[in-house]
């Protein structure tokens, strides 16, 4: 069964503990990381904690992948955003990863804030991976043993500055901005039976209650297994590092088809990223201070439910 795991400060301390029907389960013992964390427990015993608890509601939510862990990313993930990306899901052949500044993770309830430099804010919901183990050399990894790679689960908004990213081609710079990476808020640990559900897993996005994203993860180009296994060949990764698996279609940014963009390379770069900026202007879905974004990712029937992500956009000040 699948077991909601909370990180969070009560009394000025920070602690984890299993939620169940609002109710928080304190778990003994200090994790300072999320990899500390996964290390000193396990589902199984975490599963039979009884004792007192807390209200939810009684305590300040803490990100369940803590600072100190890596921060991946895949980009245009879904068919249907590659569309919307300006891309041919027919034509691309590789797998698009980046990664976020540590500094950018933040609680799930968290207040979003607009740089003043930025103008055109965007929301992009994803489904992360948070890892079980380290791998530090390549690795196969298939759908048949990705329980031993992967904990658990957890919703992840990608907010992303597209004047920043876009005419700077800088992924990096315009996801990376504090607050820019909310996670939680739960830490959705899984068993491996639990790990053949994650197509059965459905994404959605609101800003102010009306839906701009929604999808299924079982529309991801490449999967967790795919995606881990090619990571393995290029990097080490540890226990509690997160995968961001890339966002559904739905995103407030706008880009000119691949005709439309072969005749733009022949304009001068200036007058080029002038048209590009007058198109994301008259862009009403671009997230503007007191929008209230929120984001959840279950299954249909809510035996796996990672919680709902509720952000509030305000003005850098």
Known sequence: MPLNVLHYRHEG??????????????????????????????????????????????????????????????????????????????????????????SCI????????????????????????????????????????????????????????????????????GKSFRTFGPIGPYLCLLAPADLARLGDLELALTVNGVVRQKDSVANLVYGPAETLNELSGVQDLFAGDLLSTGTPSGCALSVPSPARQRIAALLPEATKWKMFMAIQAGREQYLKPGDMVEARIATADGAIDLGLQRNRIVDER
């Open 13 to 102: 301390r920070p602690r984890w503990g299993v939620v169940r029907a609002g109710e928080v389960t304190p778990i003994p013992g200090d994790f300072p990381t999320t990899r500390a964390f996964l290390e000193g427990n396990s589902p199984e015993a975490l599963a039979r904690l009884g004792g007192p608890t807390l209200r939810e509601a009684d305590v300040e939510l803490l990100s369940p992948v803590t600072a100190n862990q890596q921060f991946l990313c895949q980009g245009a993930n879904y068919r249907q955003h590659m569309i919307e990306s300006g891309m041919n899901p027919d034509a691309k052949s590789f797998n698009m990863i980046f990664t976020k500044a540590q």
């Open 106 to 173: 933040a609680p799930a309830n968290t207040d979003v804030v607009r740089p003043k430099r930025v103008r055109f804010l965007d929301y992009e919901i994803e489904l992360g991976l948070v890892l079980k183990r380290d791998v530090t050399a390549a690795a196969t990894i298939t759908a048949a043993n990705l329980a031993e790679f992967v904990a658990g689960l957890v919703i992840v908004n990608d907010y992303s500055a597209r004047d920043v990213q876009i005419p700077e081609m800088q992924f990096y710079k």
